[in-house]
């Protein structure tokens, strides 16, 4: 029975790659408003990072019924208190396209974490024995839902990788968490 659902849902997560052909417009359209305040503005991938010296840093990401987060880095400085608010900017159910922030820990393979969470779909997609393979993650939401998860960042500065474990959609909604 597992491996038939990770089967569907590696099909799932093919056909949607095969029929993606407009989702670069709509991401640079997404990159321009949400870095419009900063200096520096990248036309295929925005970054945010905050240089909030105390109290708690503030990220804000959109998952879209496109099946793509809006940012594809996030940065914050080592050991900062996080808080991180996902937003569902599209209009399709939870059931349908889900999305949530899963926030890796170094050494974790996303995809191998993406298949067995497909399977945790009574645990919100996160394997009840992740244990130390998730840092922090938000709750599974539908179109136009929130949801924000408070964290502290790791003390080990590097790259990190985020994700939505939804069946299927870590093969697009994925990005670098990067701790300086
Ligand atoms: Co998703």
Do not use: W
């Not at 969470?117 to 997609?125: K, Q």
């Not at 790259?159 to 990067?178: R, T």
């Amino acid at each position: 029975m597992k491996i038939v659902k990770l089967s569907l849902s590696m099909l799932l997560a093919l056909s949607l790659v095969a029929c993606g052909g407009d989702e670069k417009k709509e991401e640079k359209k997404e990159s321009k408003v949400s870095i419009g305040s900063q200096t520096e503005q990248r036309e295929t991938q925005s970054e945010e990072s905050s240089d909030a010296e105390e109290g708690v840093v503030k990220l804000t990401i959109e998952g879209s019924d496109q099946m793509k987060f809006n940012k594809k880095k996030l940065k914050v400085k080592a050991g900062s208190e996080v808080e991180l608010t996902l937003k569902h900017t599209g209009q399709m159910s939870k059931q349908a396209m889900g999305h949530n922030f899963v926030l890796l820990n170094q050494g974790v393979d996303m995809m191998a974490f993406g298949e067995k969470a497909a399977g945790a779909a009574d645990n919100g997609y996160i394997p009840e024995d992740a244990g130390d393979d998730v840092i922090a993650h938000t709750e599974m939401i539908g179109g136009g839902e929130s949801s924000t998860v408070t964290f502290t960042a790791p003390e080990d500065k590097g790259e990190y990788d985020f994700i939505c474990s939804f069946p299927g959609h870590v093969a697009l909604m994925k990005g670098k968490f990067i701790v300086e």
